[in-house]
């Protein structure tokens, strides 16, 4: 039982650059989200989704791109990597919007 | 909209000594309230959660948790701390039923057990 895998585990990234951060749990859930980890911040919602084929954005979504073609895959594109989204990111599911989240290891991501 | 607030960035027990990690919230109806832990390194583990019933609420490692309606507030609390419950922990909030809503956290609080 896999849970929530998120890929890669590290990566560092030049400004301008895009990339796309992988997520995919399979525990059928379907809602699932990502997040961002800075000291001080907390944890603040980028994105998320209640379903495949819905996505809708969080408290801070400028810079990331999100899709949700099936259940199981929620992945984050960052369209022009920038320093200030030096960070690490959690990708998370859950059975329903009462059942705890399931959450990856994270992704340790830094912007030169 | 609905917010969260951990109002200390920092609580320091002694080992043994009964501990109280403080959440306020705000919502526009009844609340899903959450308790999360992050150890050094970590993931985020669920350490419990409130949905409705009754106001004490207990949950892993020997945590528990209550919720205040009128205060809005949902106060982690454990009888008698332990130098491994060291750790951040999170209290977050979603407003039940409510489409186009997700899981919002505060920003955390740090808690350290000395021995």
């Known amino acids: 039982n896999a849970g929530v895998t998120q890929t890669p585990k590290f990566q560092v990234l030049k400004t301008g650059q895009s990339m796309t951060l992988q997520c995919a749990q399979d525990m059928n859930h379907e809602y699932m989200s990502w997040y961002r980890q800075d000291p001080g911040m907390g944890l603040r919602l980028i994105h998320y989704s209640v379903g495949a084929g819905i996505t809708d954005q969080g408290e801070v979504p400028n810079g990331y791109n999100v899709s949700r073609s099936t259940t199981e895959d929620f992945p984050l594109r960052l369209l022009s990597a920038a320093p200030s989204q030096t960070s690490v990111y959690f990708c998370?599911?859950?059975?329903?919007?009462?059942?705890?989240?399931?959450f990856g290891n994270g992704t340790r991501l830094t912007v030169t | 909209a609905q917010s969260v607030a951990q109002p200390e960035d920092q609580v320091n027990v002694a080992e043994g000594n009964p501990l109280t990690v403080k959440c306020t919230y705000s919502?526009?109806?009844?609340?899903?309230l959450f308790w999360y832990v992050q150890y050094p390194n970590r993931g985020l583990q669920f350490l419990l959660k409130?949905?409705?019933?009754?106001?004490l609420v207990k949950g892993s490692y020997g945590f528990e948790a209550e919720f205040n309606k009128s205060q809005t507030s949902f106060h982690l609390k454990k009888p008698s701390a332990l130098v491994s419950d060291s750790a951040l922990y999170f209290c977050?909030?979603?407003?039940?039923?409510?489409?186009?809503?997700?899981?919002?956290f505060g920003k955390g609080t740090t808690l350290s057990v000395s021995s």
């Open positions: 409130y949905i409705t019933g009754d106001n």
């Open positions: 977050a909030v979603r407003e039940p039923n409510q489409a186009g809503t997700a899981l919002i």
């Open positions: 919502v526009s109806g009844n609340p899903y």
């Open positions: 998370a599911s859950s059975y329903r919007d009462n059942s705890p989240l399931h």
